[in-house]
């Protein structure tokens, strides 16, 4: 922990003096080029008529801690690892919620491939008919205002100062912030993206994003009050997207992305709890009767409690020859006093909502109760084949501990027109299935936008091979949604 914070430290006053310095951050921190799709019309004369519009359906839903950092002892491989994080989200995706997406490159080759995906999608016909219209309305706008389709965060401003303005991009912005500190964001109706603080000399934001294959109609954002250690050299906080699922204005879910305190500072977690709460009691208060579905996802960094029998059932082979007292197996399976209070303030949520009835559940809780689901190990742990890490570990982890459960999809179904109900709920990977390979010499050039991400076999001599794209995993939700006509 102590190497792993001096490490972070030191970057970012390498940044700090990068940005004020030099005309160009070099291999540290250059960001991409803004890459827009090309400007043509998006009707496909090969498609006579986009298929009407369901009242019902699926949502494919991701949530992923990315640790793209721009430092390599902090984040090992973290350019060669966008491209596969890229490949990642490909698949097929309806909304996604990332953590850790703080290198300037990486942020602006994913915002770039989601755009062009979208664009594909209404193409190619992928679109049901409002989603289309909807599309093309807005991809008109911007071409006859001479926008852009997205922007980097380069361009972000204070969610205050956007909510003056009738909207930024087509999405309106709801100023809801529960503290007075800056909060600055940029959005599309297919992503948002924050919220940075602002208070260094350049910007190192809270390095979060929702993406959406559905229209995001309007967004918010805030940056926590408190933050201790080198959490205080981020702008962690909470983004916001209201993302329409229907043809009717009406027709949309809530969905929130968060990134909470890391490591021992529990009391400033629980301030970050409260205000995380508040401000979703303030974006859906004025619902009523008629509330719809929310989502909210992600680092939560609170490690649940943990069965008996969770090293067989997780595929953990043993922990590492000398663990510390607090890894000790036995002494794992007490029950977690913080894990308790953050479970009870969850659970008392109702209390926020007007009508007392909005209740988030823990979805891992809820369909795998038995499971650990643990989304984090140290790279100290033996893992085998039947864990997500195979037989290699956490590779990319440059921390030691205990496995835990510190990633959530929390979810409330609705009441009203719209609802969801869960079908499904996975880790990222399932199973160790595809190996990739982040050898930096084997890439043409470590910042082109263009690197393929590189796979390979076990026997293979790439010298740094992983079953995963981060070193937290992932996890991956099926939701059934119905609108009422």
Known sequence: MAVLAVAVVIFFLVAV????????????????????????????????????????????????????????????????????????????????????????SSQDQIISAWHDMIYSDMKDGLAVGWQYDYFNNWYNSIEESGEKMWKSLNSALDVETLAREESFLGVGIINSKPNGKDARIVCSPYYIMGPD??????????????????????????????????????????????????PLEGDYIHVFNTHLQ???????????????????????????????????????????????NWMEISGIISPPDNYNTEDDPELMTLPSVEYKEFSDKIKDFKEIDPGGKLYLKDLWLKLKPDDPGFTWIGGDWITGDKNSYGSLGNRIAVEKGRPQRIDYIFYFGGFGDVNIEPEIIDLVPEEPEILYCYDRELYRNPLSSDNDCMTTGKESDCSFKSYTVSDHLGLEAYFDFKIKE
């Open 17 to 104: 003096y990068s940005a004020c310095c030099t005309a160009d951050a070099g291999l540290l921190y250059e960001r991409a080029p803004e890459v827009s799709v090309s400007r043509y019309l998006i009707k496909n004369p090969d498609i006579d008529e986009y298929p009407e519009s369901d009242n019902e359906g699926i949502l494919k839903i991701l949530d992923q801690n990315t640790m793209l950092i721009p430092f390599w002892p902090v984040a090992p491989a973290y350019v060669q690892r966008t491209s596969c994080i890229i490949e990642l989200i490909s698949d097929g995706y309806d909304i996604i919620g990332l953590q850790e997406v703080f290198a300037g």
């Open 197 to 246: 603080s602002g208070w260094l000399p350049f910007k190192q934001d809270g390095g979060l994003m929702i993406l959406s294959r559905y229209p995001i109609t309007a967004c918010s954002a805030f940056t926590f009050k408190t933050s201790s250690g080198t959490d205080r050299l981020a702008g962690k906080g909470v983004l916001y997207a209201r993302i329409q699922i229907g």
């Open 262 to 308: 890391s490591h021992d500072y529990p009391e400033t977690r629980r301030e970050n709890i409260e205000e995380l709460l508040n401000f979703i009691g303030m974006i859906i208060g004025s619902e009523g009767g008629n509330c719809r579905p929310v989502i909210i996802m992600g680092d939560f960094n609170v490690a649940s409690d943990v069965s008996e």
